[in-house]
């Protein structure tokens, strides 16, 4: 069945709305890193914080909690999502010099380029497929 007139300039105009709609328009994504934290401790070490009475491991989650031990190792187990949400322009650059205050004096430009090249692609260019 073939499209009607008054149903094609409805989706066309639907089609401008939405390319208007995304210009300036920036998506942020939240995650949460996730990683495995490893403390190792000696049980003569924990004797001797303590040697009025027999030591027990559980001494070391109190150590651990109190940030009294060093890491031993760390493994990385990836990113969960949080949020996603779309901004425009201006929060996002008021966004950009709240998460990174150090790259205040960047113009906005700058700021825009560093997040428009967000994306890993081929920055020579700009085509994400390459």
């Known amino acids: ?7 094609y300039m ?10 208007m709609s995304i210009k300036d328009k920036y998506v942020v994504v939240d995650t949460v890193a996730t990683y495995r934290m490893r403390y190792v401790v000696s049980m003569e070490e924990l004797q001797e914080e303590n ?3 027999p030591v027990d491991a559980e001494w070391a ?7 009294e031990v060093e890491e031993f190792s760390q493994k990385y187990l990836g990113e969960q999502i ?11 650059i008021d966004t ?6 150090y790259l205040k ?4 430009e700058q700021k825009l380029e560093h997040i428009r090249c967000s ?6 260019n700009g085509d994400i497929y390459d």
């Open 1 to 7: 069945m073939r499209e009607g007139y008054y149903d």
């Open 61 to 67: 989650c109190d150590s651990v909690t109190c940030e």
């Open 10 to 19: 409805l989706r066309r105009n639907r089609e401008e709305d939405n390319k």
């Open 105 to 108: 004096e960047w113009t906005r």
């Open 82 to 92: 949080i949020d996603h949400y779309v901004v425009d322009e201006n929060a996002i």
């Open 119 to 124: 994306l890993i692609h081929n920055k020579d």
């Open 96 to 101: 950009f010099d709240r998460d990174n205050d």
């Open 51 to 53: 040697p009025a009475y």
